[in-house]
Each structure stands twice: as C-alpha cells, then as structure tokens.
C-alpha cells in the first residue's frame, strides 16, 4: 500500500511541475488575474469546457489564445457571427468534379482546443451546433458520425448579453461548459505591467506540453482518490441550489458530476493525491453559478448566481462520517 501511495505521490509532483511550467508561459503573456488561469487549467485537467464572460477589451482572447499556445495541442477558431451556419463549424460534404464523388470538408471542431470567438453573437440554430461536440465529443454530418480528437476542449467567449447583436446562450449549452470564467477590468498595477509588457511587441506563448503530455495529466486528474464523505458534500451543495427561493431551475446532477471533477482537478493542481473538502467550495461558484435559472424577479441582478452559491457553501456543512475502528 505504501509503495502505490509513494507512485501516486511521484506522480502528483511531476503533473504539477508540468502545470506551473504552462502557467508561467501563459502568465509572460497575459497579466491578469492568476484565478482565471487556474480555473481554464482546472477545466483541462478535469476534460471539460470553460466560458469567458467580459465587456470587451479586457484580454479574453488573448488569455484564450496565449493558454491553447502553451499547451502544444492543435487549435482552430471560430469567430462567431450572426451569419455564421452550423455547417461552417463541423464541416460538410464537398463535391469533387473530376471523381463524381464527395469529400468530407472537416469544418473547424476537429482539434484538440477550439476557440469559440463572441460565441453569444450567433443565433440559437448555429450555438446548437456545438452541442453534441461538447458532451459527446463527436459530430454528425450528414447523417455520419465522427470522433473528435482528443484531447479535446472548447474554449469560448462571450460579451453580456445587454450589448447590441448577443443571443443569450439556451440553458443546455450553459450547462456543457464545466467551470465559468469571469473577467473584469484589471487592477492599477496589472494595466501598467501590461502596458510594459507589450510596449514593442506583444509577447508570444511557447508550447510546453505535447498532446500525451495532456492526455498523461487528465489521467492522474481521473485517479485522484474521492472519499465518499465528499460525494455527499457535493450532493448536499447542489441540492441547496434547487430549493432556494430565488432559484426556478438549480443544479443539475451534471453540475454535481463537473463539481466533483473540478475539486481533483483543483488536488492536482495542489499537489495533492487526494480531494478536501476545501477543494470543492473553492470549485463550487465557477462550476454551479452560471447553471442557475433564477426567478424573473432575482435575474435582473448579474451578482445573483454568486450569491446563491456563496450562501450555499456558508450554510451547507461538511460533517466526516464515523469511521470503524
């Protein structure tokens, strides 16, 4: 028992070697908030997909762009425009003159990072397109289905939904993405450093990892060990969201599952083998907040969501169960 303790532990050391170094890269070019950074990095190790939100301006693509940089994967993206069709992101079938036959188009889906550009600027009928993609990692073209590569991750995002010409994104896609990232305007110091920094000419990601690389950190994320006190911890949040008055819709069993993935994520990148308690509230806001469908009355205020899952981690305890003797 001790000689696979010490592996795991060997293992948990040299994944977050790896994810400092992919921090530090993207850090040389985005200067901002290091929490941002973390969670997209928490999303990459727990398989799943994050949302930017933020008026524009204040560096999303360039965290986006600088973050698919650093990890050494294959990256497309989409800018997404009210005109924009579903064919024009999974690809079609093109007709060949000389053979009489057709060919199968790949549309941008197929890699491993996707950037989703304004991904709220295009209507519902192209947003869907998406779907399938995120949850199954696949596409269907013309009654075809085909795999995605993996690993495969989709990165988007979006300006509030006030701003003229944005579709608000349907509750189903909101609830594909794992973690939502919330950019605001940087501090007094960060605008400086950055002004500094891309004075000449603006700095340039460099690739730190190689697809196996994240294939390897996704697993060791997978291996991190859950005790079952936890799972009821997780449940109990959720469950916290779906009574609450303010709350017509609350967290799925989904959004339980992305909590749970999201805390050995975050053990990762703690350098832990194991989740606390700590790991899940820290994970609970970025993973549940925006899965919320609140009452008419309470959607007005933008800050709801935060503090509905605030109030859910200040009330909910944590209680470790009696363990035999």
Same mark, same amino acid.
């Given at each position: 028992m001790?000689?696979v303790?010490?592996?795991?532990?060997?293992?948990?050391?040299?994944?977050?070697? $790896?994810i400092?170094?992919?921090?530090?890269?993207?850090?040389?070019v985005?200067i901002?908030?290091?929490?941002?950074?973390?969670l997209?990095?928490?999303?990459?190790?727990?398989?799943?997909?994050?949302?930017?939100?933020?008026?524009?301006?204040?560096?999303?693509?360039?965290?986006?762009?600088?973050?698919?940089?650093?990890?050494?994967?294959?990256?497309?993206?989409?800018?997404f425009?009210?005109?924009l069709?579903?064919?024009?992101i999974?690809?079609?079938?093109?007709?060949s003159p000389?053979?009489?036959?057709?060919?199968?188009?790949?549309?941008?889906i197929?890699?491993?990072?996707?950037?989703?550009?304004?991904?709220?600027?295009?209507?519902?009928?192209?947003?869907?397109?998406l779907?399938?993609?995120?949850?199954?990692?696949?596409?269907?073209?013309?009654?075809?289905?085909?795999?995605?590569?993996?690993?495969?991750?989709?990165?988007?995002?979006?300006?509030?939904?006030?701003?003229?010409?944005?579709?608000?994104?349907?509750?189903?896609?909101?609830?594909?993405?794992?973690?939502?990232?919330?950019?605001?305007?940087?501090?007094?110091?960060?605008?400086v450093?950055?002004?500094?920094?891309?004075?000449?000419?603006?700095?340039?990601?460099?690739?730190?990892?190689?697809?196996q690389?994240?294939?390897?950190?996704?697993?060791?994320?997978?291996?991190?060990?859950v005790?079952d006190?936890?799972?009821?911890?997780?449940?109990?949040?959720?469950?916290?969201?779906?009574?609450?008055?303010?709350?017509?819709?609350?967290?799925?069993?989904?959004?339980?599952l992305?909590?749970?993935?999201?805390?050995?994520?975050?053990?990762?990148?703690?350098?832990?083998?194991?989740?606390?308690?700590?790991?899940v509230?820290?994970?609970?806001?970025?993973?549940?907040?925006?899965r919320?469908?609140?009452?008419?009355?309470?959607?007005?205020?933008?800050?709801? $969501?935060?503090?509905?899952?605030?109030?859910?981690?200040?009330?909910?305890?944590?209680?470790?169960?009696a363990?035999?003797?």
């Amino acid at each position: 028992m001790n000689q696979v303790q010490a592996v795991a532990v060997d293992e948990i050391s040299a994944a977050k070697e $790896r994810i400092e170094a992919v921090r530090r890269e993207i850090t040389r070019v985005y200067i901002g908030s290091s929490r941002a950074i973390d969670l997209m990095l928490t999303a990459l190790l727990a398989q799943g997909h994050v949302l930017l939100e933020g008026v524009p301006g204040v560096a999303k693509t360039t965290l986006v762009k600088a973050f698919a940089a650093a990890l050494g994967a294959s990256v497309r993206r989409i800018q997404f425009t009210p005109d924009l069709l579903p064919a024009d992101i999974t690809g079609t079938y093109v007709l060949s003159p000389k053979e009489g036959t057709f060919t199968l188009r790949p549309g941008p889906i197929f890699a491993n990072l996707v950037l989703a550009d304004e991904i709220n600027r295009a209507p519902a009928k192209t947003q869907s397109a998406l779907l399938e993609a995120m949850q199954e990692r696949q596409v269907t073209i013309e009654g075809d289905r085909f795999e995605l590569p993996s690993p495969f991750m989709v990165l988007a995002t979006q300006n509030p939904i006030d701003l003229e010409g944005t579709y608000p994104l349907p509750e189903a896609q909101i609830d594909r993405f794992l973690i939502r990232v919330s950019l605001g305007y940087p501090q007094h110091k960060d605008e400086v450093a950055m002004l500094r920094a891309h004075n000449v000419e603006a700095p340039r990601a460099r690739a730190t990892l190689s697809v196996q690389d994240l294939l390897m950190l996704q697993g060791v994320a997978r291996r991190i060990h859950v005790e079952d006190d936890l799972y009821e911890y997780a449940v109990n949040l959720t469950a916290f969201t779906r009574t609450h008055p303010r709350v017509l819709l609350g967290a799925s069993p989904r959004a339980t599952l992305a909590l749970v993935q999201a805390a050995k994520a975050a053990a990762v990148i703690g350098g832990r083998p194991f989740v606390t308690p700590d790991d899940v509230r820290g994970m609970a806001q970025a993973t549940l907040a925006h899965r919320l469908v609140l009452v008419p009355e309470a959607d007005v205020d933008p800050k709801a $969501r935060d503090t509905i899952v605030d109030e859910a981690v200040q009330r909910v305890g944590y209680r470790r169960a009696a363990r035999p003797a």
